[in-house]
């Protein structure tokens, strides 16, 4: 079993929908979860990090972090094409070391 | 602030022929690390090193080796390079803040044939 399973897509929608990208992952000792947004062609850059089970607003953006059943998402509301990229989930133990899921390709149509 | 750089962008090699990937960061992070990154295969750690003259082995090291003399610089070193090592690979560093995430470098594209 993988240590961290994400949906690699590709997930197409229209413009203005809200979006949802999950992962699974199946340490428990895993105690930071980000999200890294990568366009093509680029270096993954970090989009949203949270620390605990919960909610994390930033914008347009919302992190969930579920540890009882180890599951994390990733909801974009009002969508853009400009939000086009591969979204990578990345979880750390707290050892500096980030475990990263496959990447979900998300293409937003105008 | 360059943030991080890696060179080459692209490069061909032979099966067999060997080549230094060259990694700078500027902002004083204690931590770097190196990925390859394969097709719908997300991001696996090859080396990283916790500061100058300390590194460790990550999740596929086998074909690869690195040193880190300075702070700033982190090359990595292929030999007798494969098809296997195909791939596109990215180098990222961190000032040890776990929440701050890490610093990646546009990445360098190589083909070996």
């Known amino acids: 079993q993988k240590e961290v399973e994400q949906d690699p897509g590709p997930l197409s929608v229209p413009e203005g929908a809200i979006v949802s990208l999950n992962c699974t992952y199946s340490n428990s000792a895993f105690q930071y979860f980000m999200w890294y947004r990568q366009y093509s062609r680029k270096g993954p850059e970090l989009l949203m990090y949270t620390y605990s089970s919960g909610n994390k607003e930033d914008g347009r953006f919302t992190a969930q972090v579920d540890k009882s059943s180890k599951y994390i998402s990733l909801f974009i509301r009002d969508s853009q094409p400009s939000d086009s990229a591969t979204y990578l989930c990345?979880?750390?133990?707290?050892?500096?070391?980030?475990?990263f899921g496959q990447g979900t390709r998300l293409t937003i149509n105008p | 602030n360059a943030g991080v750089t890696q060179t080459p962008k692209f490069r061909i090699l032979k099966i067999g022929q060997s080549m230094t990937l060259q990694c700078t960061q500027d902002m004083n992070h204690n931590y770097m690390y190196w990925y390859r990154q394969d097709p719908g295969m997300g991001l696996k750690l090859i080396y990283y090193?916790?500061?100058?003259?300390?590194?460790d082995k990550g999740e596929v090291p086998n074909g690869y080796n690195v040193s880190r003399s300075t702070t700033e610089d982190f090359p990595l070193r292929l030999e007798l390079a494969a098809p296997s090592q195909t791939s596109v690979y990215f180098c990222a560093s961190s000032s040890g803040t776990t929440l701050r995430g890490q610093y990646f470098g546009p990445g360098t594209r190589l083909t070996v044939t």
């Open positions: 990345a979880l750390d133990q707290g050892a500096q070391k980030l475990v």
């Open positions: 090193s916790v500061g100058a003259g300390i590194t």
